[in-house]
Nanobody, 134 residues
């Protein structure tokens, strides 16, 4: 079982920045992919970024590439999402997730769905709200 707790959300104006944090309460995340996804009311879940906890390999969705940066503090089991140049369309609930049994090339797809393929396990937190005003 993995417990994830997001923080750092808030309200900002367009062009502003926020840094989301995700504390993972588990010792089983040393060599998996973790990532962030978001979901806005009436919209589908969108996988944003992922990172390999045993290295530095990252993946980004085109919608956030160049604006968002995923990083980690392995010593403190914390995942981050630095969000710059925020736009009103970034308004959503943001979640971090731990992906077990998911290869790197599939992580964005895996983050975009609650469904678990055979051999996969996914965990995510309660989310943190991000609101961007124009």
């Amino acid at each position: 079982q993995v417990q994830l707790m997001e923080s750092g959300g808030g309200s900002v104006q367009a062009g502003g920045s926020l840094r989301l944090s995700c504390l993972a309460k588990s010792d089983a995340i040393s060599s998996i992919y973790m990532g962030w996804f978001r979901q806005a009311p009436g919209k589908e879940r969108e996988g944003l970024a992922s990172i390999f906890t045993g290295g530095s390999r990252t993946y980004y969705a085109d919608s956030v590439k160049g604006r968002f940066t995923i990083s980690q503090d392995r010593a403190n089991n914390t995942l981050y999402l630095q969000m710059d140049n925020l736009k009103p369309e970034d308004t959503a609930m943001y979640y971090c997730a731990a992906l077990f049994g998911v290869p790197g090339s599939r992580t964005l797809q895996a983050l975009s769905s609650a469904h678990e393929e055979e051999g996969e396990r996914k965990f995510w937190g309660q989310g943190t709200q991000v609101t961007v005003s124009s």
